[in-house]
């Protein structure tokens, strides 16, 4: 069992920035894949980036490169996601998932979901 619990979450004016943070139960979870996602109502919910715990590389959806930064603290086995010039298009419910895969992008190969933190962008 894995326990993720995401914060951060706000109601923010068009082109501001907020930072979200997914927090891990245990040490044990250093092995572990953490990526963000997002879902808008009468949507599917979406990819937004990836890291691996151990490792430097990182991955993002084509839609927020240049826009979000994921990061890591693994003193804390916490992640982050850096969300600059936010749009009202980047409005939904964001979670953070763990797994142990190398296929980032598909919702099914995460086993663990945070509870979801909500992200509302005003015009």
């Known amino acids: 069992q894995v326990q993720l619990v995401e914060s951060g979450g706000g109601l923010v004016q068009a082109g501001g920035s907020l930072r979200l943070s997914c927090a891990a139960s245990?040490?044990?979870?250093?092995?572990?894949?953490i990526a963000w996602f997002r879902q808008a109502p009468g949507k599917e919910r979406e990819f937004v980036a990836a890291?691996?715990?151990?490792?430097?590389?990182?991955y993002y959806a084509d839609s927020v490169k240049g826009q979000f930064t994921i990061s890591r603290d693994n003193a804390r086995n916490t992640v982050y996601l850096q969300m600059n010039s936010l749009k009202p298009a980047d409005t939904a419910v964001y979670y953070c998932?763990?797994?142990?895969?190398?296929?980032?992008?598909?919702?099914?190969?995460?086993?663990?979901w945070g509870q979801g933190t909500q992200v509302t962008v005003a015009s």
């Open positions: 998932a763990a797994g142990r895969t190398r296929y980032y992008t598909l919702v099914s190969n995460y086993n663990y």
């Open positions: 245990d040490r044990t979870f250093s092995t572990y894949t």
């Open positions: 890291v691996p715990w151990i490792g430097s590389s990182t």
